[in-house]
């Protein structure tokens, strides 16, 4: 079992956006939610193509991070109602999605800027590593 | 002396070969990352930050740092983190 709840085995299932909007609707004063989708690109390099991406976290600390990264945006951001982070884990092949991102905001321009700040805090700060792995059976981490 | 479990991450793992290790003995954590470096000499050619207990400690690996590094205690968790390059 994973030990945080905002990682998923595998690519994050599609489904789990119209889960988070079915979510927001108890919060009768959220005018806006903002969705982000990160996802696995085919990128080409050095004549190799990605065929997929694995994703290894640490998982123990991970809740504690995104723990400060909802802070620092709730401070930033008092119009914020909400925020969702989840990440996948393991083998994530081109095309599929690995990250999904959920704020909810009173009105639109601050869901739009937190959504961003969200984004990017992960980025810096969420304890992820990822390896890319070719359509020729190597691999890297970058 | 403490006993400490040592978690590797990304491609500090692959150097290791394994994800974690227990290790005694030794005192300090420039204590323990010396030995490791000594044991691993391919993690030198990689950057990485060290945590205490799930907790970030600043410029570990700034020689001209004044830091006074937390001694582990007994059971406690260091990790290597080479930088997060999630999402």
Redesign the interface.
Known sequence: MNPSGHLTEGPIPAGTISEQIEKLSADLNAGAAAFFV?RVRSDQTEGKTVAAIE????A??VD?VIQSIEDELFTSFPDLHAVEIL?GTGLVKAGES??LVVVSAGHRTQAFRALEKC?EL??????????EHFTDGTSR?? | MATVNV?Y???I??ITGTPRETLSGLDTIPEILHSLHLKYPAINNIYYQV?LN?NLISDIQNPKSDIRYPVPADGD?I?L??P????
Not at chain 1, 55 to 58: E, H, R, T
Not at chain 2, 84 to 87: E, L, P
């Open positions: 990160g994703y290894s976290a640490y123990e600390m504690p990440h690995s990250l984004v992960i980025k810096a700060n969420l304890p992820v590593w990822k390896k981490w970058i | 978690l991450f990304g491609p793992g692959d945590s799930r968790e990790a983190l080479p997060f390059t999630g999402g």
